[in-house]
């Protein structure tokens, strides 16, 4: 590739002090012939004096008119005055190709631009932003970076993003013109955050994202960032929490004041009394809407995890990570020798719906407009249950979590047809047993809190789970 030239005050060539230079001159196959010839003649040596260098460094092998120089910077004297090719040669460039013209009289100078043989680093990291250093110093920028050139040889390179912990790659071997960390994306692990949790009264056992803990308030925990529900419990008071963002080396700090009362842990309490029940106009078997009393209970505030449900039947399995979503592939006999197990029992089904709708018939848990963003459903993206807590934001106005979509839910009752229900279907009777909730598969209309589903009680599908109720007291009737 020919040569760039560099702008100069007198005309000039770059080279390297040839091997073959001999006291300052040289002596090339092709210029043999015309000094012998000149010095027969009685001629006196021109005049004339060429210095090579090459850019951005020295030291490149010399190749005049095919004959070997020696290496940049050189200096030849007495050329013949004309027009030479000059070939430049060095590990970790390409060879260069250019032409100079030499004249009598001023000594004349060339540089010759010499192109590295370079590859190519794409670094691109999640989050993005981040500082990426070259080999401990070389400051390249901030991710994505995208086909930077680096010259053959052995590279490292370092990730540096506040609040993270800091990537080092492996050394690389760069060859000319490969690729280097394409197709990848740096995962940078966050800095774990500190969460305080603080209680009145003190000494309250602590539930996060549903797992009890064995420390009691006050206590600091440090832990991944991540979106976290924190829930406490001490006798003879009510469980109470709150959902708290943990970012990346933060503190926060969650103080939470329990009122007396006799909930068992890990449940709410629903009080007795009235809620508009089922839905016009929509599904056959909702209908008719009606005012319903319902006496007084507790329900488990979220689903039943895979842990919980191997801690009753240890042969219970399910992937590593997975501890806490909601348990699946249960069937309705499960569910119930599970609870039984727990001492406690499936919700009936008038029980879930008044748990998700409240007293006023909602048309979903968190209110009567639809937001996708409140419920794992399939419009969501997952594919998948969602681990406990995540959706706490569409919790029902008794404070009940994913009563929408994660997971279809049984209850205690055969499907049967609503007092009033004109209805006539081959389904009802003692077949189905009723599921409410809708799961992650489900379209809006079946995340409703009127929906009914059902299936045979052996049904073990891997959206199908379930939560516990327990009868309240009559105490707690209203």
């Known amino acids: 590739m020919p040569g760039r030239r560099k702008p100069r005050k007198s005309p000039s060539l770059s080279g390297v002090a040839g091997r073959a230079a001999r006291w300052g001159r040289i002596y090339l196959p092709g210029l043999l012939l015309v000094a012998v010839m000149a010095a027969g003649c009685g001629s006196r040596e021109p005049d ?66 010499m192109e590295p043989l370079v590859g190519y680093l794409t670094v691109e990291s999640r989050p993005e932003g981040a500082e990426v250093i070259l080999n401990g110093s070389d400051r390249l920028g901030v991710t994505p970076i995208r086909r930077h050139p680096l010259g053959v040889g052995e590279h490292q390179f370092e990730v540096l993003l506040e609040n993270y912990y800091s990537y080092k790659s492996d050394m690389l071997d760069v060859k000319a013109d490969h690729q280097y960390g394409t197709n990848t994306t740096i995962n940078l692990k966050p800095l774990e955050g500190r969460l305080i949790v603080t209680s009145t009264p003190t000494g309250a056992t602590i539930w996060i994202n549903g797992g009890k803990r064995p420390e009691v308030t006050p206590k600091d925990f440090t832990l991944p960032p991540g979106n976290y529900i924190v829930d406490v419990h001490a006798p003879g008071h009510i469980m109470t929490g709150d959902r708290v963002k943990l970012e990346p080396n933060q503190e926060v700090r ?21 809620f508009i029940r089922g839905a016009a106009n929509r599904a056959p078997d909702e209908a008719p809407l009606d005012t319903i009393d319902v006496p007084a209970f507790y329900i488990d505030k979220y689903e039943v995890t895979n842990a919980e449900f191997r801690d009753v039947f240890p042969l219970h399995e399910f992937p590593e990570g997975l501890e806490n979503y909601p348990v699946t592939g249960v069937s309705w006999n499960m569910a119930v020798d599970f609870a039984k197990a727990v001492g406690k029992r499936l919700p009936t089904e008038l029980e879930w719906e008044k748990a998700a709708r409240g007293p006023d018939g909602l048309e979903f848990p968190w209110g009567n407009e639809f937001d996708p963003t409140l419920c794992n459903m399939i419009g969501t993206g997952l594919n998948a249950p969602a681990e406990r807590g995540r959706f706490i934001e569409g919790m029902s106005p008794y404070g009940v979590v994913d009563m929408a979509g994660n997971v279809y839910e049984w209850t205690q009752d055969w499907y049967q047809a609503y007092p009033g229900n004109r209805f006539v279907t081959k389904d009802y009777g003692q077949i189905f047993r009723v599921l409410r909730g809708g799961s992650f598969r489900s379209e809006r209309f079946d995340v409703r809190t009127a929906k009914r589903h059902f299936d045979r009680v052996s049904a073990t599908r891997e959206d199908y789970g379930f939560r516990c109720a327990i009868s309240a007291p009559e105490s707690s009737a209203r």
Do not use: C, H, W
Not at 67 to 76: N, R
């Open 48 to 113: 004339t004096a060429v210095k090579i260098d090459s850019a951005p460094e020295s030291g490149a092998r010399v190749l005049v008119e095919g004959g070997y120089t020696g290496e940049t910077p050189v200096t030849f004297t007495g050329l013949p005055p004309g027009r030479y090719n000059v070939l430049l040669q060095m590990d970790r460039y390409r060879d260069t190709e250019d032409a100079i013209r030499v004249t009598v009289g001023e000594p004349q100078a060339y540089v010759i631009e």
């Open 254 to 274: 969650v103080s939470l004041t329990m009122k007396p009362g006799n909930v068992p842990p890990g449940m709410v309490l629903v009080p007795g009394g009235p």
